[in-house]
Structures are given as structure tokens and as C-alpha cells.
């Protein structure tokens, strides 16, 4: 009698222990073996405090990105001093969790520090000199995070939908060369890191043709180029879906790596072209462009959650040319979106709600993906 006891509460409690870490399949499971899923982080998710944003992040994802603070702007506040201290624990929240971490972004006409291109008397600098601050920001900021860091945006939103060049004093200094010698720095400052040029509205045929242009250039100069960022920032109805398929297509052509890299999908009624990512391109409150203060509809939801399904499954269809899909913020009240272009606006445009429970599409994906590799 005591070994059939024994024996049975052995089977009990090996039961018991295999029901106690049995864990529901998490994004970064069903999405194995396709590409990674990233996410851009605050520096009160990096620091830890944001304590429902990090349970997702450890959960659900398996790449990370800094939203701000590594930018030039947070790291240069005074002039001749680095601060680290926020782009340090960033890459420690990467590294203690075992992510892949992204580096964003080292040249950006935006959030630069205001002196980085004048001279005391605020006239543009030589072109010589802007050569050397850049060579010295890039390889401080690379080398610092050498080995660690799997890859950088180097250049953010350059280009114009037009296909022109975007008339930053990095342009107006140096021309189109200040993109290879950013290129350039990075790749000396860290040869092992892989290289992407990032930018919103890629899908615009004359920007397409520019980037591919520039894939070719620094391609011919020998100078590595390893993916193309899209941004992603999308609406209901704005790209379709064909226009994301060609444009992730064009790239793969060109010889390099397709990159999602600040994924979002705004519900709302479009005030104007979506796509970008400019703070400055601001407008009034109207109510017209703010109708789901009280939360959205569900036919508007489940419209939302169809569309993100076809984008999902856009990338899973090339996931040979895709790196890396990662969601700019980790739940709705996280995202930029919110207060933009009008403050005051509400925004639903990422995976996790304000409650930080996951959307349809969500589970919709794991189920899909864990039925084909079960």
C-alpha cells in the first residue's frame, strides 16, 4: 500500500509540475525561424519601472529598440559631453534578457543637438569639419556598444517621397556624400554590426528609386549595406497591401535585407498623407479626426485586426528577405500617436491595448502559426 501511495503521489506531483511550467506559446515562439519581433522601448520600460510593459517585452518579444535614447539629441545635451546613462541601462535591459538589441539612430536631422552643424557664431561649419563631428559621434557612440549592439540605423529619413534629397544642414554641407561616410564610420567603428538606412514612406516610387539608387552607390564604394528600414507607420486604408508587397520586393532586388522597424497602424479616420513620423507636422484638434475617446468600435476593430492580419502574413509570405518586424511602442497608451497631429487625439495602433492585454491579432497569429508547426 505505501508504494502504490508513493507512487502515486510521485505521478501527482510530476503532474502538477509539468502543468506549473507549461506557459501559453508567446509571439516570439510562433514567429521562430521567420523573422525577429521587436519593439521600441521608453526609458521607463528599459530602466524596469514600466513593470506591465516589461512583462510583455520579456514574453512576447525578442529584439529591442531604443525609442529615444540613443539618439544624438539625448546623448549630446551639452556640448563636448556624452551622457550615457540612459542608452547604458537600455542595452543592459538587452542584455540581461537576452535580446537583440538595435541601435537608433546614430545621423537624423531631428533631435539633433542644436550645435552640431555651426560654429559658435551659429554659421555652418567647414564640410571638414562636420566630416570629423560625425566620424567622432559615430565612433563613440558604435564603439561604445561594440559586440553588443547586433545593428545600427545609421541614417534616418534622408529622402523626400519625391526622391529628393530632404534639405538638412547634413545635406546642405555635404551633399550626398554625407550618407557613405556615415556608412563608412559605422562600419569601421564596428565591422561586425549590420548597417540599415531608415526612413518612412518607402513605398513612394520616386523615394523608392532614390534608396535603391543609394543601395547601389555605397555598394560600389564598397561600403556595406546590410537592410532597409520601413518604417511602417500605416493606416485603414493607406499603403494597400500590393504596394508593401512590391516595395519589400524592389529591396530584396537591390541585394539587401528588408527591416519593419517602426511598425504601427492607426484605426482612425486619415486627417491627411499618413506615413510619416515629423512631430512638427502638426495640426488642430478637430473632433472629425478623434472619434474613439471612449474606445473603438468593435466593427472598427475587428476591420483593424483583419488588416494587421494581412500585413503579418505580407511578411511571413518574404520572411527570406525579412530581418527583423518590431512595433514602434509596446501597448496603445505607450505610442506617439497619441496627441498627434492633433493634441489631444487617441490612438489604437499597436499590438497590446491600454490595459496591456494582447488584440486578436495577436492570438489570431500564435494559433495560426502554432496549428502549421505544431
Avoid at 99 to 110: K, V
Avoid at 341 to 357: E, K
Wanted: proline share 4%; hydrophobic share 40%; net charge negative.
Amino acid at each position: 500500500m505505501k508504494i502504490v501511495l508513493l507512487l502515486f503521489t510521485a505521478f501527482t506531483l510530476q503532474a502538477y509540475s509539468n502543468n506549473a511550467v507549461k506557459k501559453d506559446p508567446a509571439l516570439k515562439d510562433a514567429l521562430k525561424g521567420k523573422f525577429l519581433i521587436g519593439v521600441a522601448l521608453n526609458t521607463h520600460q528599459s530602466s524596469g519601472r514600466d513593470t506591465a510593459a516589461v512583462r510583455i517585452v520579456k514574453e512576447h518579444f525578442n529584439a529591442i529598440v531604443a525609442e529615444n535614447c540613443m539618439k544624438s539629441g539625448e546623448l549630446l545635451k551639452e556640448k563636448g559631453r556624452y551622457d550615457f546613462t540612459d542608452a547604458d541601462a537600455f542595452v543592459k535591459f538587452g542584455t540581461d534578457n537576452n535580446l537583440t538589441i538595435t541601435g537608433h539612430c546614430l545621423i537624423w536631422h531631428s533631435q539633433l543637438p542644436a550645435w552640431f552643424c555651426v560654429d559658435d557664431n551659429g554659421e555652418n561649419v567647414s564640410s571638414e569639419e562636420l566630416k570629423k563631428r560625425m566620424k567622432e559621434h559615430i565612433s563613440t557612440v558604435v564603439g561604445r556598444y561594440k559586440g553588443v549592439v547586433k545593428g545600427w540605423d545609421v541614417v534616418n529619413e534622408a529622402i523626400m517621397e519625391d526622391g529628393s534629397y530632404r534639405k538638412s544642414k547634413f545635406y546642405e554641407i555635404l551633399g550626398e556624400e554625407f550618407i557613405p561616410l556615415a556608412f563608412q564610420y559605422a562600419q569601421e567603428a564596428d565591422p561586425e554590426a549590420e548597417l540599415y538606412y531608415n526612413d518612412y514612406n518607402e513605398w513612394y516610387p520616386e523615394k523608392r528609386k532614390t534608396v535603391i539608387r543609394l543601395i547601389k552607390t555605397l555598394k560600389e564604394m564598397g561600403i556595406r549595406i546590410d537592410g532597409i528600414g520601413l518604417q511602417a507607420h500605416v493606416g485603414m486604408t493607406n499603403p494597400t497591401i500590393d504596394i508593401y508587397r512590391e516595395t519589400i520586393s524592389d529591396y530584396a532586388k537591390a541585394g539587401v535585407k528588408v527591416l519593419v522597424t517602426e511598425f504601427d497602424m492607426s484605426p482612425l479616420p486619415e486627417p491627411r498623407r499618413m506615413g510619416g513620423a515629423n512631430l512638427a507636422d502638426r495640426e488642430a484638434y478637430r473632433k472629425e479626426i478623434d472619434p474613439f475617446t471612449e474606445g473603438v468600435p468593435q466593427e472598427v476593430m475587428l476591420a483593424w485586426n483583419n488588416r494587421m492580419m494581412d500585413f503579418f502574413h505580407l511578411f511571413l509570405e518574404n520572411s527570406d528577405h525579412m530581418l527583423r518586424v518590431t512595433m514602434w511602442g509596446v501597448s496603445d497608451g505607450d505610442s506617439w500617436k497619441n496627441n498627434f497631429p492633433a493634441r489631444g487625439r487617441t490612438d489604437y495602433p499597436l499590438l497590446f491595448d491600454r490595459d496591456h492585454q494582447p488584440k486578436d491579432v495577436v492570438t489570431r497569429l500564435i494559433t495560426e502559426l502554432s496549428d502549421k508547426n505544431p
